[in-house]
């Protein structure tokens, strides 16, 4: 699957909550470093908080914490529609 990490997933298509997942984790893949996705999975995987996270990580924890604020910018562009910062899947 072969996307973009610019283009938002609901102007390339239309697409049903499986397929929305399966474009959304193709972008994780492709478009977030490694430290982001590490970051991701921790949290939302392994359901670590923020603080146990910057010392897994050996990182200030205002550093985890903004550099999750902006994944989830950067994914909530990629769900959302031009010009509308709030997401469409819960």
Not at 17 to 22: I, L, P, S
Not at 37 to 55: F, K, M, P
Not at 68 to 82: D, E, G, K, N, Y
């Amino acid at each position: 699957m072969s996307t973009s990490c610019t283009t938002p997933l609901t102007k390339r298509k239309r697409a049903g909550k499986q397929q929305q997942r399966a474009l959304l984790v193709d972008f994780v893949k492709r478009c977030l470093s490694r430290e982001e996705r590490l970051l991701i999975t921790l949290h939302y995987s392994e359901a670590l908080t923020l603080n146990e996270i910057a010392a897994v990580l050996q990182r200030p924890f205002e550093y985890i914490s903004r550099l999750h604020q902006s994944i989830l910018a950067r994914v909530r562009r990629q769900l959302s529609p031009a010009g509308d910062d709030r997401m469409l899947v819960a």
